[in-house]
């Protein structure tokens, strides 16, 4: 069985920033699940017996290598979209997350072929829906 697919997934989304309008985003490379060669915001599935939070952290070290300086939750959302042409369903648990871009570093190469800082003006032209949706919902806190 498959979360997403067989049953409702959950997902723990997050938005790492630096405190200064920039936020970081991943270049999807080949070897992750969908939409690849889009640019993404963080996140990771939420495993049997681990905690919300426990999950937020471990994906930011996997993914960013970096500690979390500060969260804030934002709030949940229903994704219904396609994924190679099957419907699916997650629940995002989104998340603001403070950390320091000094130390952010790729840290899933062989997912990511790159991580760049943006704001909302310099937003990459290739976005995953996902990360459109979240940037777009929360486009007045990133803006602050």
Known sequence: MKKG???VGVTVTFICHDGKGNFAM???GLNCRDEQGTWDVGGGGL???DTVLDTLRKEI???YSVDC???KFLGYRDMHRMDNEIKTHWIALDHLVLVDREKVKNGEPHKFDDIRWFT???LPERVHSGAA???ERYKD???S
Do not use: G, P, S, V
């Open 5 to 7: 697919i067989d049953f």
């Open 26 to 28: 991943q270049l999807r």
């Open 47 to 49: 495993e049997l017996h």
């Open 61 to 63: 070290k996997e993914e």
């Open 69 to 71: 300086l500060d969260i």
């Open 120 to 122: 909302l003006d310099t």
């Open 133 to 135: 949706a979240m940037l």
């Open 141 to 143: 806190l990133l803006k």
